[in-house]
């Protein structure tokens, strides 16, 4: 199989550009009711899809710079400290006090899934053309970039324009449904992208349920066709298909016990992204990918704080 990275030899940080914030998981004690208070157990930690990635790439052993934008309240400074704990290198982050840093809620039900969720990213319009013009040096010197459709959509196009004006390659993820639309102008030309069954029927125009695994085959290959160097198709319990254009497949997810389904997904993207980077091929970044999301599904948290190569490896023995 081809190496997939070998066209980029740069061997800076990645760049990881998106969101962070507060998040608040509610898991219900019964079934949800609306209209009145629900008891459950609720715990706080931090998050945003780029955050998590970063951090999961982190404590891979990967160098990272995160680009994103934190309130001037407590809040950002909690999370700014952690997630510099973690080895990411923060000191590009805008600081605001227009808006509030970044919340989101999940209300998870027994069997671990997301009930309801709100969010208020408010804060991330402060992340404008302008401010990554300033920041542009760390695009030339970046070995790859991961951006997320968090961001808004002229900033999108331009972290795109100045990606590809350096000639370093690019992994998005949609983050939402109601968000995918915004990379829909972009696809040609991504090296990543890591939509789940909901965000690929919207960046395909078409629609399938999660155990279809032969409907998300053919979305993975019609985004290859679009351009896209690698589709990751992730389906929850069902696993994940993927698609070059060299090669496609299925890899079955790990049977685990959910705990917490936060971060899940961006920690199976950060070891899908430190495996390529290492010249690992394709399906060996799968299988890595979801050993992370498997431990992370576990941990009741966003990101597992003790993750490690070697520890995902001992998951794929288990």
């Known amino acids: 199989m081809p190496q997939l990275m070998e066209a980029n030899s740069k061997s800076g940080p990645v760049l990881v550009i998106g969101a962070a914030g507060l998040d608040v998981i509610a898991h219900l004690s019964g079934g949800l009711k609306t209209g ?21 790439l982190a404590r891979l052993g990967q160098d990272v710079v995160l680009l994103t934008v934190t309130g001037d309240d407590q ?18 982050s805008i600081r605001t006090d227009i808006f ?3 919340f989101y809620m999940g209300i998870v039900n027994k ?24 920041r542009k040096g760390l695009f ?54 890591t939509p789940n069954t909901t965000e690929a029927g919207i960046l395909t ?12 085959m053919q979305v993975a290959r019609h985004l290859v066709n679009l351009g896209v160097e690698i589709a990751l198709i992730t389906m929850a319990e069902f696993g994940v298909c993927y698609a070059t254009s060299a090669t496609s497949g299925q890899a079955p997810a790990i049977k685990t016990l959910v705990v917490d389904p936060t971060g899940a997904g961006d920690a199976l993207t950060a070891a899908v992204i430190f495996a390529l980077l290492n010249d690992m091929d394709i399906d060996e970044a799968i299988k890595l990918g979801l050993s992370a999301a498997s431990l992370t599904l576990r941990h009741e948290g966003t990101v597992v704080p003790d993750l490690s190569l070697e520890k995902i490896y001992d998951q794929l023995l288990v």
């Open 205 to 216: 125009g078409g629609e399938f349920v999660s155990s279809d695994r032969k409907a998300a």
């Open 75 to 92: 809040t950002g400074n909690q999370i700014l400290a952690h997630t510099e704990n973690a080895g990411v290198d923060t000191s590009n």
């Open 111 to 134: 069997k671990g899934q997301v009930e309801l969720a709100v969010d208020d990213m408010r804060i991330i319009s402060c992340l404008t053309p302008e401010e990554l013009e300033k």
């Open 36 to 56: 009145t208070s629900n008891p459950a157990k609720v715990r706080t930690s931090y998050g945003g899809v780029a955050r998590n990635v970063a951090e999961n």
């Open 100 to 102: 509030p840093t970044g």
């Open 140 to 193: 030339s010197s970046a070995s790859l970039i991961f951006l997320d459709a968090n961001l808004p959509e002229d900033t999108l196009k331009a972290a795109i324009g100045l990606a590809r004006k350096n000639k370093v390659r690019l992994c998005a993820d949609p983050a939402s449904s109601s968000l995918a639309p915004r990379l829909l102008p972009h696809i040609s030309g991504l090296f990543l992208i």
